[in-house]
C-alpha cells in the first residue's frame, strides 16, 4: 500500500498504473488494495490504517459509485512439512485484518462516508484450499496425489502460487467481487490456462464451499481484549521467526531480540491494532 500521497490532489502515487493513465476521468470504478503480508510490522511502521482511510477518500471523489475491496495477503510458510502451523497463523491474522478494515470503515462512516471497504479473504480462502487438500478426502483431479502432493500443487515455493493456485484465488476474488457464484466454462477457462480440467473444477467447489462457510463480514468487529492482542503479538513474532529468522544474529541473542520487539509491538499495540 502506499504510504506518501502526492501534494495537490492527493492522488497516491501507485495509482498512476497502466489502467489509470494520465486522468482522474480514467481512474478504474474498482478499487482493490493489498498490504506486506508482515502484518504488524505493516501496521506499526507502515501507517496502513491511515493511508488505507486516506485511499479510500480519494478514491470517492473520483469514483462516487465505485467499489473498494482489501485483499488479505499471505506469509510465507515457515515449514513445507507443517502446514497446519500456517493455517493456524493465517486464521489469527485475519481476525486482525478483519478488525482492521472494520475500523477503517467505522472512521471513515464518521467522516460522513457511507461506502465501506470490503474484503476478500485471500489468505484464509487459501489456508481454507490448504486444510481441504490436506484431508484424507477423495478429491476430484487429486486422487493419486499424497497430501503434501496436494498442497503443492498450489504453489511454486514458499509463498509464491502456481498457475493453478493463481487459478484459485481469481475465482474466489471474481465471486467476491460479483457477488455471485462461478459462471465460466471450466473446461475452456482450464484449456486456455494450461491447468488439469478436473483440478480447476474442484479448486471452483473448494472456493464455493469457502466462501458459503466465511459469509458476510461483520459491520464492526470489536477491539481485541489485551490479553488478544499480547497472544497474537507472540504468536506473530513466533511464526516469522521461524520463516524469515534474522540473518546476522547470534543464536544466542536470537530470545534478546524477540524480547525487545515483544515489547515495541505491545506498547504499540497497547490500546489496539489501528491507528489512533
Known sequence: MAKHLKDGNGVPD???????????????DVLIVT???????????????SS????QEWFATQRPDGKSFFLTPWISRADLDDTDAWVRYERAAHIIWDHVI??????????GQNREIQVIPAALGLAFA????????????????NRNERVEALFDDQVHLS???????????AMVLTDTKWHSDISETAAGSGLDERQARQLVRLAEQFLERYGARPAVVPDPT???????ILQYLHYTDRAYGWSGTNQM?????????FVRLGWRFRNGFTDP
Open 52 to 55: 488505507l482511510r486516506r485511499l
Open 163 to 173: 498457475p493453478l493456485g493463481v487459478f484459485y484465488l481469481s475465482v474466489l476474488t
Open 102 to 111: 472494520a475500523r477503517v470503515n467505522e472512521r471513515l462512516r464518521q467522516q
Open 130 to 145: 490448504v486444510e481441504a487438500l490436506r484431508s484424507g478426502e477423495e478429491l476430484e483431479g487429486f486422487d493419486g496425489h
Open 35 to 49: 498490504e506486506q503480508h508482515r502484518i504488524l510490522d505493516a501496521l506499526a511502521w507502515e501507517g496502513t490504517s
Open 253 to 261: 541473542m536470537r530470545p534478546v531480540r524477540k524480547l525487545v520487539r
Open 226 to 232: 489485551l490479553t488478544t492482542r499480547f497472544s497474537f
Open 14 to 28: 501507485h495509482t498512476r498504473s497502466s489502467n489509470t493513465h494520465d486522468g482522474d476521468s480514467d481512474v478504474s
